[in-house]
Nanobody
Framework: VQLQASGGGSVQPGGSLRLSCAASGFALDSAHIGWFRQAPGKVREGLSCFTRNNGGTLYADSVKGRFTISNDNAKKTVYLQMNSLKPDDTAVYYC???????????????????????WGKGTQVTVSS
């Protein structure tokens, strides 16, 4: 299982970025996938997850309405569309996954790091004017 996040960069407040997570070694259509971030001096924060086999999707309150998780099975890629970015969104962003059929995301999100088993290297997002 390999995951590689990309698409980070610098953007002004109010701007948008789309992060990509290239997945290999497992099937996206039966996995629990999520995005996380970690700002300097802060604990890792779960942002969003979905569980493909049962359609469950969840967003943290801090990003609800601004971020959207999606996937392209043909490209084996998971995306995080981030709109209305704020300076507080500055962090290293990570994608993570647990392959196979799992309980719904809403259940797994109660676990530490949403119960994710595999992690990719992060991509830096900086929001500043």
């Amino acid at each position: 299982v390999q995951l590689q996040a990309s698409g980070g960069g610098s953007v002004q407040p109010g701007g948008s970025l789309r992060l990509s997570c290239a997945a290999s070694g497992f099937a996206l259509d039966s996995a629990h996938i999520g995005w996380f971030r970690q700002a300097p001096g802060k604990v890792r924060e779960g942002l969003s997850c979905f569980t493909r086999n049962n359609g469950g999707t969840l967003y943290a309150d801090s990003v609800k309405g601004r971020f959207t998780i999606s996937n392209d099975n043909a490209k084996k890629t998971v995306y995080l569309q981030m709109n209305s970015l704020k300076p507080d969104d500055t962090a290293v962003y990570y994608c993570a996954a647990t392959p196979g059929h799992t309980p719904p995301c809403s259940v797994l999100a109660r676990l530490h790091n949403y119960g994710m088993g595999y992690w990719g290297k992060g991509t830096q997002v900086t929001v500043s004017s």
